[in-house]
């Protein structure tokens, strides 16, 4: 799971990374607002933790900005602002919990450990369906339920759908599409990603999926209905 941290002090920002390391969470760090907007649009990560008061733009900000993208990954609020109206405003832009500072690491944990497991519990059968295609969670399977034809995925292929079937609107560009599926610190190279992509090709076909994943020229992939 990868987690987005955006908190404008080192020292808690640090502390708090080295915290969630320790569960065997992939984080990733922001200083300030405008930092932490831009990878938060790269629509990548499973969590994101953000602190209200910072510099260059407010978590305020951030959240209304990414939420006006569509992006619906889970935001944590973290704010040393304790009036009513201050968590009433991240709510109502979308945010699905606040921690008042100062918190104890303990209850933060079992606030990411809740957020995560109510976003999977939200799949019924452990699937998650576009068009006439499931993604099985369990068996990293697609399925063709009206035909009763499936064919498994290897776990990268399975990541790389994930993020799709996630995102069916989403225009994947390939740098954050391999960041989500390889880590930040890889050394995979883009151009291999294509073979991934075309092994994913086949399979949909194979389980007559009515779309299949399409080209963006000079930026990356997206789901689309077959020609």
Known sequence: MRILLVEDSL????????????EKYEVQMANDGEAGLQLALS?????IILDVM?????????????REKRITTPVIMLTALSQEYNKVKGLDLGAD???????????????????LRRKTDATPDN?????NISLSLSTLQLINKNENKSVKLSQKEFD???????????????EPLINKVWGFDN????????????FLRKKLNYVNAAFTINSIRGVGYQLAAKN
Request: glycine share 2%.
């Open 43 to 47: 629509n990548i990560f499973d969590l």
């Open 11 to 22: 020292s808690l920002c640090e502390a708090l990374s080295t915290v969630l390391q320790k």
């Open 54 to 66: 910072m510099p260059k733009k407010s978590g305020f900000e951030v959240l209304s900005q990414i």
């Open 127 to 131: 699937l998650i369906t576009y068009e």
């Open 97 to 115: 919990d606040y921690l008042p500072k100062p918190f104890s690491t303990a209850e933060l944990l079992a606030r990411i450990r809740a957020l």
């Open 187 to 198: 050394d995979f190279e883009s151009n291999s990603l294509e073979v991934f992509i075309s």
């Open 160 to 174: 790389i759908m994930r993020y799709f079937f996630e995102r069916p609107r989403h225009v994947a560009e390939k």
